[in-house]
Nanobody, 128 residues
Framework: EVQLVESGGGLVQAGGSLRLSCAAS????????IGWFRQAPGKEREGVSCISSSDGSIYYADSVKGRFTISSDNAKTTVYLQMDSLRPEDTAVYHCMVEGSGWAVEAICTSVYGHDYWGEGGQVTVAS
């Protein structure tokens, strides 16, 4: 059974920091991407940051570059998202994602379709 267990969401003041974690298990892909998407009320789900298991390449959405940092354990089955300088517009439900297509990490992280596994999501609220 595939499990993506997320933790670390919550409420923070603008300018503050949060760290999300996702522990993924039970899948058998050799080449995959793991990362984070978010969905704000009334908006489409969007890719935030993803990392490739094969070469460690990383994608960041323009809106989070310089503020968010993705990292992982050596096995790339646990991924972290350090979110600094948070803004009210970062408020959303953040979902962990795993996809085993082997495509480039940017292609995976900029599409909301075709991903293999999703976590249930955790709320991040940034108060102004």
């Amino acid at each position: 059974e595939v499990q993506l267990v997320e933790s670390g969401g919550g409420l923070v003041q603008a300018g503050g920091s949060l760290r999300l974690s996702c522990a993924a298990s039970g899948f058998t892909f050799d080449d995959y991407a793991i990362g984070w998407f978010r969905q704000a009320p009334g908006k489409e789900r969007e890719g935030v940051s993803c990392i490739s298991s094969s070469d460690g390449s990383i994608y960041y959405a323009d809106s989070v570059k310089g503020r968010f940092t993705i990292s992982s354990d050596n096995a790339k089955t646990t991924v972290y998202l350090q979110m600094d300088s948070l803004r009210p517009e970062d408020t959303a439900v953040y979902h962990c994602m795993v996809e085993g297509s082997g495509w480039a990490v940017e292609a995976i992280c900029t599409s909301v379709y075709g991903h293999d596994y999703w976590g249930e999501g955790g709320q991040v609220t940034v108060a102004s």
